[in-house]
């Protein structure tokens, strides 16, 4: 669900017209609607509310800082993979203690970082990563309180890209081998473990593949405790996946995946972290963009954006579909064409659809990408000397820009020519 709907053949997000936002900002851009952002934070915090638990977002789906501090005002916790990630979500006034540190590259100088700052748990995914945490915990003279990755090799069944509990991917250790790793982290100084932690990948849109994975959690959790550790937190990961309306697979509700938590690890007495990202983001956003030209090729259509692939390169990367509608509503008897939806980069994978029906447009227009809300801003860069687009934030009737374009002088001027030249 979402609160993007059309009003008298105006697409609005909550209580403000689209087109009014692409005047004032220009296109393209992105808009968030908190209405959508709070009420897929309050699923996940309702699906848990069987026991104590802690909904960590995943920061590195959408980490502008005033979604954070809109989500962590409603007391998420907050998932990060990096020192940059830690202080966005510090920057978001989001405590040390409802931080958890995942990734599977940790710096030294990121574990200072979190460490000296506040953070609730380190997720770590390997015995070098634990032996550098335990330097550098007694070096400053505190205890890092851990959770160690496990890889439980379970087909998430999602793209191979975004697969993570596989025994192939480079995520956490073999939990074949858990014992031994849990024995040693118990040996080294400056560490205690708290938990264990699972992510099998993201996108899923079926719950099987997190059963496995937290039934192999749960006899983990049993054998570690008779093996004398205080296990007394689950970092279950995220993952949850949204519909992107390409066919008619539903993924699970919040409410389906908090029951089967309960079912498989509930006995535990655990506390249970989730980290979703997608779910609370995903629908919360749109991207809009302005048609440059209506070009007719050999044999196809095209429909040249304003927008591309540095802007959202999803499609791009993981050939994913995003569903495009038209700013203002077509009259439903309107005849839809097949088009190529592109953007303006040199380059063929500048490509959001191929062949994607479409109600004629031309020159102007606006169209939205719906779901972009996820992985979307996040993962925009400059490639074409092209600026990061805007993000605008839309509550009730209120509109904010929270992140505005660069000028081109700004963008030049990040740039140095040494005297010698």
């Known amino acids: 669900m979402d609160h993007f709907v059309y009003r008298e053949g105006r697409l609005f997000a909550e209580e403000v017209p689209v087109a009014g936002i692409a005047a004032q900002v220009g296109t393209p851009f992105y808009v968030y609607s908190a209405a959508t952002l709070a009420r897929h934070y309050r699923l996940f915090d309702e699906a848990l509310a069987w026991g104590p638990h802690l909904v960590c977002f995943a920061v590195k789906a959408a980490s502008n800082l005033a979604l954070l501090k809109l989500l962590g005002e409603m007391g998420a916790g907050m998932d990060v993979v990096s020192g940059g990630e830690y202080r966005r979500a510090r920057a978001a006034g989001v405590p040390g203690e409802r931080i958890v540190f995942s990734g599977v590259g940790k710096t030294r100088e990121e574990m200072r970082l979190a460490l000296e700052g506040g953070v609730r748990q380190l997720n770590v995914e390997s015995e070098p990563e634990m032996r550098a945490l335990s330097q550098v915990a007694v070096a400053l003279g505190v205890t890092a309180p851990i959770s160690v990755r496990v890889n439980p090799d379970v087909d998430a069944k999602t793209h191979a890209k975004i697969a993570t509990g596989k025994a192939e991917n480079k995520f956490g250790v073999p939990i074949a081998r858990a014992r031994e790793v849990y024995a040693e982290a118990a040996r080294l100084p400056g560490l205690e473990v708290v938990g264990i932690d699972v992510h099998i990948g993201s996108q899923l849109t079926e719950l099987a593949p997190f059963e496995a994975a937290y039934t192999k959690v749960a006899e983990l959790t049993e054998t570690l405790r008779g093996d004398g550790h205080d296990i007394r937190r689950l970092d279950l990961g995220g993952g949850l996946g949204i519909p992107y309306a390409r066919s008619n ?173």
């Open 249 to 421: 697979e539903v993924p699970p509700l919040p409410a389906d995946y908090g029951a089967l938590i309960r079912r498989t690890v509930g006995h535990l007495g655990c506390e249970i972290e989730i980290e979703p990202g997608r779910l609370i983001a995903g629908n919360a956003g749109l991207l809009v963009s302005a048609v440059i030209y209506a070009k007719e090729g050999e044999g196809r259509d095209f429909l040249i954006l304003d927008a591309a692939m540095n802007d959202l390169i999803r499609p791009a990367m993981y050939d994913a579909w995003h569903d495009i509608v038209p700013v203002t509503e077509a009259p439903a008897e309107a005849a839809r064409a097949p088009v190529d939806v592109v953007g303006p980069v040199c380059e063929t994978g500048d490509t959001f659809a191929r062949g994607r029906p479409l109600p004629p447009l031309d020159e102007g227009d606006l169209v939205a990408f719906r779901s972009a809300g996820a992985y979307g801003a996040v993962m925009a860069g400059e490639y074409n000397t092209r600026p990061l687009i805007p993000e605008v934030l839309v509550s009730g009737d209120h509109v904010a820009v929270i992140r505005a374009r660069p000028t081109f002088d700004e963008m030049l001027a990040r740039d140095t020519i040494p005297e010698w030249l």
